[in-house]
């Protein structure tokens, strides 16, 4: 029963864009780069032995890529003994949240790359308690549970930081 629950849940999300499916968006505090912020839905984490499948998400913070995309979605597992990654599936969306296409089609399976957002992600997965740390060391609750949200309220907050004096 428990695993047709999480494909329901899986298949829900990959098929309709925005909120209507239970997800429960986590942000990674070390998988970030200039151009987007990541995330993960930690209601849909598999663990299987060494192995942990979860949707990521990842958001743009500056602008859109020039097909208009905005967010993607994607299926991953990670192996945390051979500390590898594959994408599974793909789905792209527009900056509304409006589904534009899917990649169906599984990557190849990837090294994580010492210092890369592969394996800042690889580490917060294969973390004992994941995806219930309490502790903050590698993600956090989304406020609103909405990570285009989030991205925003990250947005403001750098703008903060900026110094106004004249240089």
Not at 68 to 77: D, I
Not at 79 to 96: A, M, P, W
Request: aromatic residues 14%; proline residues 5%; hydrophobic residues 35%.
């Amino acid at each position: 029963m428990t695993r047709w629950i999480r494909l329901c849940v899986s298949t829900c999300f990959l098929f309709v864009a925005g909120g209507t499916c239970a997800s429960t968006w986590n942000a990674f505090n070390r998988a970030y780069n200039d151009e987007s912020l990541f995330f993960f839905d930690a209601d849909t984490v598999v663990k299987v032995g060494d192995t942990t499948t979860i949707w990521t998400k990842y958001v743009k913070t500056k602008k859109a890529d020039s097909d208009g995309s905005w967010q993607t979605a994607q299926r991953q597992v990670f192996n945390c003994s051979k500390r590898t990654y594959q994408v599974l599936t793909t789905s792209i969306y527009d900056r509304d949240g409006k589904f534009m296409r899917s990649m169906p089609k599984p990557g190849d399976v990837q090294e994580a790359v010492p210092d890369s957002l592969g394996e800042a992600m690889l580490k917060a997965v294969c973390t004992p308690d994941f995806p219930r740390s309490s502790s903050k060391d590698h993600y956090f609750p989304v406020a609103n549970n909405e990570p285009a949200g989030w991205v925003r309220t990250w947005l403001e907050y750098l703008e903060t930081q900026k110094d106004p004096a004249p240089k």
